[in-house]
C-alpha cells in the first residue's frame, strides 16, 4: 500500500499520538476511544477509519442479496425503543407458518436471494420444533439460500422455552439448517443504561456467552451497537471493548453494525427528549467502530437507518460493507426510517461505484459471488 500522509488529514493535535498508533498497528485505548468521541476533527478520525480500511480491504465494498422476515412480532419482553413487538391480543399480532414462509420466498422478487436473515419477536408459543420444522423446509426448498437466525437474546430465549440448553438448542438448529446469526440485541452492554431502554432484557452476559458458545460451535456471528438514545460516549467504548475482548478469544464476529436509534412510535422516545442522529453522528460511529474494533474483519454502513446517501459516504469513513437489498424490512420502518424497503442489486452497485469503490457481491460468509 502506498505511504499514506495520516499527520497532513488531521487538525486536532491531540489525535496525533492515535493517528501514530494506526500506522504502527498499534491496539487503541479506553481513553483513546473517548478522545475519538470528544474530538471536534471528524475529518481527521475518518482519514484513520479510512487507512485501517483501505489495508483490510483495498477499494472493495460487500453486499449481498438478502431477504429479510420476522417469523413472528409477538414478544414478551418489552424493550422501550421497540416499535415492531405486539401483544397477543394486538391486532397487528402475527405468527408465520412454515408455509407461509415458504410461499414468501417463492415468489420472483426473492429468486437471486443469498440470505435469509431472521430476528422476531420472544414468542413464548414457539418451541424446538417449529424452528427445526422451519429451517428443514427452507432448506429443502431453497438449498441456495443461507439462514442466518436469532439474535443471541432470542436464542436464550427459545432455548430455555424448549427447556433445552443453548449448546442443544444450537445444535438442533444447526442439524436443521442453520448456519449462521446476525447481531442484534446487543443494545448497549453498560447496566446502567439497558436496565432503561430495555427492562427485563437479559443482561449483557447473556449476549457475551450466548456469542461465544456459537463461536465455540463454528458459527459465525455479528454483532451490533444501538446508540444515539441515552447512553454517553463511555457506554459506547466501553461496549465497543467488550465485542474486542469477546473477539480477541473466539474469532467468531465477521461484522460489526452500528444501529442508528430510530425514534418513532416507542417508548423511549416518549420517555426522555431524543432526536433523531445526525450525519456527522453516524460517520463517527463508523469510524470510531472501524478504529476501536481491530481484530473484527467488516464494519457495515446500514443504509436503512443512516440513509443511502450516508451508507455512501460512510465507505470513506471505515465502512467496508453496505448490508443488503434485505426487500422488506420491518424492524427500522415501523420506528419511522424514511429510507426505502428495499435497494435493488443495481442501485446497490451504483451507490458503491459512485463513491468510486468497488462492489463485491457476496454471500454471508464473505465468499465473493
Ligand atoms: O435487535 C430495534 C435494533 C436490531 C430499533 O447482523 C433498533 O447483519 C434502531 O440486528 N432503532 C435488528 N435499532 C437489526 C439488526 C441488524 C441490522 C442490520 C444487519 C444486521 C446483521 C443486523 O435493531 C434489533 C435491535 O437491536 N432495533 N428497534 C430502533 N427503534
Given at each position: 500500500m502506498p505511504a499514506f500522509p495520516l499527520p497532513?488529514?488531521?487538525?486536532?493535535?491531540?489525535?496525533?499520538?492515535?493517528?501514530?498508533?494506526?500506522?504502527?498497528?498499534?491496539?487503541?485505548?479506553?481513553?483513546?476511544?473517548?478522545?475519538?468521541?470528544?474530538?471536534?476533527?471528524?475529518?481527521?478520525?475518518?482519514?484513520?477509519?479510512?487507512?485501517?480500511?483501505?489495508?483490510?480491504?483495498?477499494?472493495?465494498?460487500?453486499?449481498?442479496?438478502?431477504?429479510?422476515?420476522?417469523?413472528?412480532?409477538?414478544?414478551?419482553?418489552?424493550?422501550?425503543?421497540?416499535?415492531?413487538?405486539?401483544?397477543p391480543d394486538d391486532p397487528r399480532a402475527y405468527v408465520l407458518s412454515v408455509e407461509d414462509v415458504v410461499r414468501e420466498l417463492s415468489k420472483p422478487e426473492n429468486a437471486t436471494v443469498r440470505e435469509l436473515h431472521m430476528t422476531s419477536g420472544h414468542n413464548p408459543k414457539l418451541k424446538i420444533d417449529y424452528f427445526e420444522d422451519l429451517f428443514r423446509k427452507i432448506k429443502a426448498a431453497f438449498p441456495q439460500i443461507h439462514l442466518k437466525v436469532f439474535t443471541m437474546i432470542e436464542m436464550d430465549y427459545y432455548a430455555r422455552n424448549s427447556g433445552?440448553?443453548?449448546?442443544?438448542?444450537?445444535?438442533?438448529?444447526?442439524?436443521?439448517?442453520?448456519?449462521?446469526?446476525?447481531?442484534?440485541?446487543?443494545?448497549?452492554?453498560?447496566?446502567?443504561?439497558?436496565?432503561?431502554?430495555?427492562?427485563?432484557?437479559?443482561?449483557?452476559?447473556?449476549?457475551?456467552?450466548?456469542?461465544?458458545?456459537?463461536?465455540?460451535?463454528?458459527?459465525?456471528?455479528?454483532?451490533?451497537?444501538?446508540?444515539?438514545?441515552?447512553?454517553?460516549?463511555?457506554?459506547?467504548?466501553?461496549?465497543?471493548?467488550?465485542?474486542r475482548e469477546l473477539q480477541d478469544r473466539t474469532r467468531g464476529f465477521l461484522a460489526y453494525i452500528p444501529l442508528a436509534y430510530q425514534i418513532e412510535d416507542n417508548e423511549l422516545s416518549r420517555t426522555y427528549e431524543i432526536h433523531e442522529t445526525t450525519g456527522t453522528q453516524d460517520l463517527r460511529e463508523v469510524a470510531v467502530a472501524r478504529l476501536l474494533l481491530d481484530n473484527i474483519p467488516h464494519i457495515k454502513a446500514y443504509w436503512v437507518m443512516i440513509t443511502e446517501g450516508l451508507a455512501q459516504i460512510a465507505q470513506n469513513y471505515g465502512a467496508n460493507d453496505l448490508d443488503g437489498t434485505l426487500i422488506e424490512e420491518e424492524i427500522a420502518h415501523l420506528a419511522g426510517a424514511k429510507t426505502p424497503q428495499f435497494l435493488s442489486k443495481n442501485q446497490l452497485e451504483r451507490l458503491i461505484r459512485a463513491a468510486d469503490f468497488e462492489p463485491i457481491e457476496r454471500d454471508n460468509l464473505y465468499n465473493e459471488m
Open positions: 497532513r488529514y488531521i487538525s486536532d493535535e491531540r489525535l496525533l499520538p492515535l493517528a501514530d498508533k494506526v500506522l504502527r498497528k498499534e491496539r487503541l485505548t479506553f481513553e483513546d476511544g473517548l478522545l475519538l468521541y470528544a474530538s471536534p476533527d471528524l475529518t481527521g478520525i475518518g482519514a484513520m477509519a479510512q487507512h485501517v480500511r483501505l489495508r483490510l480491504h483495498g477499494r472493495k465494498t460487500y453486499y449481498v442479496q438478502s431477504r429479510r422476515l420476522s417469523y413472528t412480532n409477538i414478544c414478551h419482553t418489552h424493550c422501550q425503543f421497540c416499535a415492531f413487538q405486539a401483544k433445552l440448553s443453548v449448546e442443544a438448542f444450537l445444535d438442533r438448529c444447526v442439524a436443521a439448517g442453520l448456519e449462521s446469526c446476525p447481531g442484534g440485541g446487543a443494545e448497549i452492554f453498560a447496566p446502567e443504561i439497558r436496565e432503561k431502554i430495555c427492562i427485563g432484557k437479559k443482561e449483557a452476559n447473556t449476549w457475551l456467552r450466548v456469542a461465544e458458545i456459537c463461536h465455540g460451535r463454528g458459527i459465525s456471528t455479528n454483532c451490533t451497537m444501538l446508540y444515539g438514545h441515552i447512553e454517553q460516549p463511555r457506554h459506547r467504548v466501553d461496549h465497543l471493548l467488550q465485542l
